[in-house]
């Protein structure tokens, strides 16, 4: 401890200070005064801080030492020798494997070129290691300091934070301050770890403040009226935005990473589980291999129940679960659908926990002992979620061709926000691919029901009674995704309604139970779904000038650039850093504006009407017999696009004739006006639905596998793919001895060992044949999921094929769709002209 010698010392300007009296510096270390001469003190006499803010930040600066081992906190010298010279730790708190490999010399060279690149790139690599040790004995030593003092650096922080985004500057110090954030953030993103990205956060939030700060001080002085109207309708957007930004950056700063928690050796220690596969419409065929799965799934046998809850009451799945040995649960009507069915199965059995699956959602054999281990570990959790996994196209991937190449959609919330939601102990629960503790969800009544989203609101029923949840980031089961635009749409209108919902009856940032930073993840995950409405005025706030020369932001072009420029280029430069894996650059925009239109309402009408709309259930392993343009689904977006070309028109007399004295205007709103013509065209693109054939999509797999010929002999070869229906194989020389519906076995590999499959050959090309499997019976189809769907390693290395986002190849990309999507519009429009004058008629889609 700091004896009264030895105090802080505060700057006092001279004239307070009586003439003559010496420096008093309390350090009694020569090197600490001299350093505290030179960064610190001016050439006048000093004060002692107030003993308040001794009392207040002394615990946190001795707290900080201890974390960073500092020898003396006292000491000036100590902490300027540890910071400088002391290396940090071979581990990261943020990424341990990543900092016990050697520096990434390659992608640094690239930035710094190559002469310099080897010496200076392990510089740099210590530099974020260091930066990510510090941040992590900061945030400890913060954690563990007094109330005050956490309130203290708060306020303080926030009035720094008010002072940067508040302060005008004029043109050149705000375009320099433009260009040194640009400088440092080039420089910054190249660095391993999560200390980067906070440094780029922080530029974002600090930039885009700076930009909101002006436009609602500065921008707002409008004429009476429709500018009036327009303006406060953009900023209320732009206001929107700032605050999903910020609150996004804050649940996002940090991912957990949990890993595998191990089970008991003993397996009579291990609970019992009954699993769940609730169906309501789908085909046998897509159900079945889910539930075959759950059967094989690697659990003590009397530790193990495997239920169909067929809400549709179909004798075929009677009989089908007779056969397989799972349970059959019906009930006598439909009442709060899933959440319905669910809770009466709940009532009527009695495993210890409850595993459940959506009907197409195919879990490994792993699934349970990969899950299990954090339950007994923590008695107070109550819910593990895993990710939901897709191995068909969505119809984004399938219409664009971006499968396997582009992350999709969900890919950001399981590979990103689901993970950092964990940190904060506020994953959700997402329905399916996820276990649950039975005492716990009675304690609450059960699934919830008062929402059409009752996943997320189960999870929060279980946060407002003190239990704790977690998120695995293991692929431990695949499905299927929504197989056109139309039914994608549906599925996201309930998510947006139900979401809605509950921020309109158990709205999380009031009510008890709740941490502050579960409150903002439950929050912003809510307020995500009200972007509709934002975004559909993004895609025509320019329209009021271009028709009708409202001025919605008074200010010179210049200006707004200044301000804008900034505040695009960091945040998406900082997002593109934090989620890049996970969702390319300028994607974000094209799924929200296929949403925008048809969001907007339901949630609106939610926030008045919260009891109203019904469950609809997703439709999957559905065909689309031949390529189509969906014009009833696209019929908004033509609206927009009809609207923006014909404001893109318009700018041309303006800025040469009509407004050629403020043509920067013109010019500003021409530009943002050909952005949402693109960004439209990416939506036009996903609505020409490719045609789609197969109801059970193959999956790209390598595995060894042998292949037995009816003369006797055998050849060792590897699959390619594989499907409910067959399986695609790849010998080490051409097929010349083998013909077309030749009978033939493939030995498959499973963790059990091998298993023998009759087939027929379907197709052969060169050493690539096709094998259609001959009818199996039960032992037979649980062994065939047991070798593909179910094995362990099923979905490793899945995303290996998709690379890193680089924000200009990816706004390249979004553009080539865009214009890919218009190419296809005028083909549907000249297929629909010819068949018209021909006095033919398209025939309809099924």
Same mark, same amino acid.
């Not at 420089?187 to 885009?208: D, E, H, K, M, N």
């Given at each position: 401890?700091?004896?009264?010698?030895?105090?802080?010392?505060?700057?006092?300007?001279?004239?307070?200070?009586?003439?003559?009296?010496?420096?008093?510096?309390?350090?009694?270390?020569?090197?600490?005064?001299?350093?505290?001469?030179?960064?610190?003190?001016?050439?006048?006499?000093?004060?002692?801080?107030?003993?308040?803010?001794? =009392?207040?930040?002394?615990?946190?600066?001795?707290?900080?030492?201890?974390?960073?081992?500092?020898?003396?906190?006292?000491?000036?010298?100590?902490?300027?020798?540890?910071?400088?010279?002391?290396?940090?730790?071979?581990?990261?708190?943020?990424?341990?494997?990543?900092?016990?490999?050697?520096?990434?010399?390659?992608?640094?060279?690239?930035?710094?070129?190559?002469?310099?690149?080897?010496?200076?790139?392990?510089?740099?690599?210590?530099?974020?290691?260091?930066?990510?040790?510090?941040?992590?004995?900061?945030?400890?030593? #913060?954690?563990?300091?007094?109330?005050?003092?956490?309130?203290?650096?708060?306020?303080?922080?926030?009035?720094?934070?008010?002072?940067?985004?508040?302060?005008?500057?004029?043109?050149?110090?705000?375009?320099?301050?433009?260009?040194?954030?640009?400088?440092?953030?080039?420089?910054?993103?190249?660095?391993?770890?999560?200390?980067?990205?906070?440094?780029?956060?922080?530029?974002?939030?600090?930039?885009?403040?700076?930009?909101? $700060?002006?436009?609602?001080?500065?921008?707002?002085?409008?004429?009476?009226?429709?500018?009036?109207?327009?303006?406060? !309708?953009?900023?209320?957007?732009?206001?929107?935005?700032?605050?999903?930004?910020?609150?996004?950056?804050?649940?996002?700063?940090?991912?957990?990473?949990?890993?595998?928690?191990?089970?008991?050796?003993?397996?009579?220690?291990? &609970?019992?589980?009954?699993?769940?596969?609730?169906?309501?419409?789908?085909?046998?065929?897509?159900?079945?291999?889910?539930?075959?799965?759950?059967?094989?799934?690697? $659990?003590?046998?009397?530790?193990?129940?495997?239920?169909?809850?067929?809400?549709? =009451?179909?004798?075929?799945?009677?009989?089908?679960?007779?056969?397989?040995?799972?349970? #059959?649960?019906?009930?006598?009507?439909?009442?709060?659908?899933?959440?319905?069915?669910?809770?009466?199965?709940?009532?009527?059995?009695?495993?210890?926990?409850?595993?459940?699956?959506?009907?197409?959602?195919?879990?490994?054999?792993?699934?349970?002992?990969?899950?299990?281990?954090?339950?007994?570990?923590?008695?107070?959790?109550?819910?593990?979620?895993?990710?939901?996994?897709?191995?068909?196209?969505?119809?984004?991937?399938?219409?664009?061709?971006?499968?396997?190449?582009?992350?999709?959609?969900?890919?950001?919330?399981?590979?990103?926000?689901?993970?950092?939601?964990?940190?904060?102990?506020?994953?959700?629960?997402?329905?399916?691919?996820?276990?649950?503790?039975?005492?716990?969800?009675?304690?609450?009544?059960?699934?919830?029901?008062?929402?059409?989203?009752?996943?997320?609101?189960?999870?929060?029923?279980? @946060?407002?009674?003190?239990?704790?949840?977690?998120?695995?980031?293991?692929?431990?089961?695949?499905?299927?995704?929504?197989?056109?635009?139309?039914?994608?749409?549906?599925?996201?209108?309930?998510?947006?309604?139900?979401?809605?919902?509950?921020?309109?009856?158990?709205?999380?940032?009031?009510?008890?139970?709740?941490?502050?930073?579960?409150?903002?993840?439950?929050?912003?995950?809510?307020?995500?779904?009200?972007?509709?409405? &934002?975004?559909?005025?993004?895609?025509?706030?320019?329209?009021?000038?271009?028709?009708?020369?409202?001025?919605?932001?008074?200010?010179?072009?210049?200006?707004?650039?200044?301000?804008?420029? &900034?505040?695009?280029?960091?945040?998406?430069?900082?997002?593109? @850093?934090?989620?890049?894996?996970?969702?390319?650059?300028?994607?974000?925009?094209?799924?929200?504006?296929?949403?925008?239109?048809?969001?907007?309402?339901?949630?609106?009408?939610?926030?008045?009407?919260?009891?109203?709309?019904?469950?609809?259930?997703?439709?999957? !392993?559905?065909?689309?017999?031949?390529?189509?343009?969906?014009?009833?689904?696209?019929?908004? #977006?033509?609206?927009?696009?009809?609207?923006?070309?014909?404001?893109?028109?318009?700018?041309?007399?303006?800025?040469?004739?009509?407004?050629?004295?403020?043509?920067?205007?013109?010019?500003?709103?021409?530009?943002?006006?050909?952005?949402?013509?693109?960004?439209?065209?990416?939506?036009?693109?996903?609505?020409?639905?490719?045609?789609?054939?197969?109801?059970?999509? =193959?999956?790209?797999?390598?595995?060894?596998?042998?292949?037995?010929?009816?003369?006797?002999?055998?050849?060792?070869?590897?699959?390619?793919?594989?499907?409910?229906?067959?399986?695609?194989?790849?010998?080490?020389?051409?097929?010349?001895?083998?013909?077309?519906?030749?009978?033939?076995?493939?030995?498959?590999?499973?963790?059990?060992?091998?298993?023998?499959?009759?087939?027929?050959?379907?197709?052969?090309?060169?050493?690539?044949?096709?094998?259609?499997?001959?009818?199996?019976?039960?032992?037979?189809?649980?062994?065939?999921?047991?070798?593909?769907?179910?094995?362990?390693?099923? $979905?490793?290395?899945?995303?290996?094929?998709?690379?890193?986002?680089?924000?200009?190849?990816?706004?390249?990309?979004?553009?080539?769709?865009?214009?890919?999507?218009?190419?296809?519009?005028?083909?549907?429009?000249?297929?629909?002209?010819?068949?018209?004058?021909?006095?033919?008629?398209?025939?309809?889609?099924?």
């Amino acid at each position: 401890m700091m004896d009264t010698t030895e105090t802080l010392r505060l700057r006092v300007p001279p004239m307070l200070t009586p003439p003559g009296r010496p420096l008093q510096v309390g350090w009694a270390q020569e090197f600490g005064r001299w350093v505290w001469h030179l960064f610190v003190l001016p050439p006048a006499a000093a004060r002692p801080w107030p003993r308040w803010v001794q =009392r207040v930040f002394r615990p946190l600066i001795e707290k900080l030492a201890t974390e960073l081992g500092v020898a003396n906190a006292r000491s000036v010298r100590a902490w300027v020798l540890h910071l400088l010279l002391t290396d940090p730790p071979r581990g990261s708190w943020s990424d341990p494997e990543k900092y016990g490999a050697e520096p990434p010399v390659a992608s640094l060279g690239a930035l710094l070129h190559h002469p310099i690149a080897p010496r200076i790139a392990p510089l740099l690599y210590g530099l974020a290691a260091r930066l990510e040790h510090y941040s992590a004995a900061l945030a400890r030593a #913060y954690a563990a300091a007094g109330r005050a003092t956490r309130v203290g650096l708060g306020i303080g922080a926030l009035a720094v934070f008010v002072l940067i985004a508040s302060t005008p500057l004029d043109a050149a110090p705000q375009l320099a301050l433009l260009t040194l954030m640009w400088l440092l953030t080039l420089l910054v993103r190249q660095l391993p770890g999560y200390g980067p990205g906070l440094i780029l956060i922080t530029f974002s939030i600090v930039a885009s403040s700076r930009y909101i $700060w002006w436009r609602c001080t500065h921008t707002m002085d409008l004429a009476n009226g429709y500018e009036t109207f327009f303006g406060a !309708g953009l900023l209320a957007a732009e206001c929107y935005t700032w605050l999903i930004m910020v609150l996004g950056y804050v649940q996002n700063a940090r991912p957990l990473r949990r890993r595998t928690h191990r089970l008991p050796r003993e397996r009579a220690e291990w &609970p019992s589980v009954d699993v769940y596969v609730p169906t309501y419409n789908e085909p046998l065929e897509v159900v079945r291999p889910t539930v075959l799965a759950a059967l094989n799934l690697d $659990w003590p046998a009397d530790r193990l129940r495997v239920y169909i809850l067929d809400d549709g =009451r179909r004798p075929a799945f009677r009989e089908f679960a007779a056969a397989c040995g799972a349970g #059959y649960l019906i009930r006598g009507d439909n009442a709060h659908a899933k959440a319905g069915n669910l809770n009466h199965a709940l009532g009527v059995t009695h495993g210890e926990f409850v595993a459940i699956f959506d009907c197409d959602h195919i879990p490994v054999r792993t699934f349970l002992t990969a899950t299990m281990g954090w339950f007994l570990k923590d008695p107070r959790c109550a819910m593990l979620q895993t990710p939901h996994h897709f191995f068909s196209p969505d119809p984004f991937e399938r219409n664009l061709g971006t499968f396997r190449r582009v992350p999709n959609e969900g890919r950001l919330f399981y590979g990103l926000i689901q993970d950092c939601n964990d940190l904060w102990n506020a994953a959700f629960f997402c329905g399916s691919c996820a276990v649950l503790r039975r005492g716990p969800l009675q304690e609450i009544g059960g699934i919830a029901v008062e929402t059409v989203t009752e996943d997320a609101h189960t999870a929060l029923k279980l @946060h407002r009674r003190g239990y704790n949840t977690a998120y695995l980031r293991e692929v431990l089961a695949g499905g299927l995704a929504t197989e056109s635009l139309s039914g994608h749409i549906g599925q996201r209108i309930r998510w947006a309604r139900g979401m809605a919902q509950i921020f309109r009856l158990d709205n999380p940032f009031l009510g008890e139970g709740l941490s502050p930073l579960q409150r903002l993840c439950y929050g912003n995950a809510m307020l995500h779904f009200f972007s509709g409405l &934002p975004r559909l005025v993004f895609l025509t706030a320019p329209l009021a000038y271009l028709y009708f020369q409202f001025h919605i932001i008074n200010a010179a072009a210049t200006t707004i650039a200044l301000y804008a420029v &900034p505040h695009l280029v960091q945040s998406s430069l900082a997002n593109s @850093h934090i989620q890049g894996r996970f969702r390319h650059s300028f994607w974000n925009e094209a799924y929200e504006a296929v949403l925008s239109w048809y969001i907007a309402l339901p949630t609106t009408l939610a926030l008045f009407a919260p009891h109203r709309g019904k469950f609809n259930v997703t439709a999957k !392993g559905g065909l689309v017999e031949r390529d189509f343009f969906d014009w009833r689904i696209s019929l908004p #977006y033509l609206v927009l696009v009809v609207l923006n070309i014909g404001g893109a028109l318009l700018a041309i007399p303006r800025l040469l004739f009509w407004n050629s004295y403020e043509a920067d205007t013109v010019a500003l709103n021409l530009i943002w006006t050909l952005f949402n013509i693109v960004m439209l065209g990416a939506v036009l693109g996903v609505a020409a639905e490719t045609r789609q054939v197969r109801s059970t999509p =193959r999956v790209p797999k390598r595995m060894p596998a042998t292949l037995h010929l009816a003369h006797g002999g055998w050849v060792a070869c590897e699959t390619t793919d594989f499907a409910m229906g067959g399986v695609g194989l790849k010998l080490k020389v051409p097929a010349t001895s083998l013909n077309l519906g030749d009978r033939l076995r493939v030995t498959l590999e499973a963790d059990d060992g091998p298993h023998d499959f009759p087939v027929r050959v379907a197709t052969v090309r060169d050493e690539h044949i096709g094998l259609l499997l001959e009818d199996l019976d039960i032992a037979g189809q649980r062994a065939y999921v047991r070798c593909t769907f179910g094995a362990r390693d099923a $979905w490793k290395d899945w995303d290996k094929g998709i690379a890193e986002d680089k924000p200009l190849a990816s706004f390249a990309e979004v553009f080539s769709f865009g214009a890919t999507g218009y190419v296809r519009l005028a083909q549907s429009l000249y297929n629909r002209a010819s068949a018209w004058l021909r006095g033919t008629r398209l025939a309809p889609v099924r």
